[in-house]
């Protein structure tokens, strides 16, 4: 069994639906039999998760590692199966997730304060038409309305 050393993604990306992460020189490593292997990006360097259905897009990538003269390639389908891979993945696709999380979190707080912004601004114009055309049943709505709010 294969064991991960480290796994840190290089650059994140998120495009719609899927994540992204690319993998570099010291940022992934594995440990077999007691020696550790380096990642090197000249085949495979990225994996491709869809946040929806959490499954691994790309599992026919090939993903290379070295110690020394020696090299270790495995396809990342295999690479899962081997090793603790998916714990490392969950732990960095949970990570997004909440970053992601927080962004609608104020994404919902902004559209929220923009739709109170437009209400109130709705509400000064018909306080505004009400005065205009002197219409007291309309105004004494709006203001009683007012009290309500």
Request: cysteine-free.
């Amino acid at each position: 069994m294969l064991l991960i050393k480290r796994i840190q993604p290089f650059f994140t990306s998120r495009e719609e639906f899927n994540l992204r992460l690319v993998f570099a020189y010291q940022y992934f490593s594995i440990i077999k039999n007691e020696e550790v292997f380096q990642f090197v990006p000249t085949e495979g360097k990225e994996i491709v998760i869809n946040t929806r259905s959490l499954q691994i897009e790309n599992l026919g990538e090939v993903f290379v590692f070295q110690r020394g003269r020696r090299f270790i390639r495995i396809p990342l389908y295999q690479l899962l199966l081997v090793s603790d891979l998916h714990l490392h993945l969950s732990t960095i696709l949970e990570g997004a997730m909440e970053v992601d999380g927080h962004l609608q979190e104020e994404g919902m707080r902004e559209a929220e304060g923009l739709v109170e912004q437009l209400e109130r601004e709705n509400w000064e114009r018909m306080v505004d038409y009400a005065l205009e055309t002197k219409n007291r049943l309309l105004f004494k709505e709006l203001m009683e309305g007012l009290r309500v709010i």
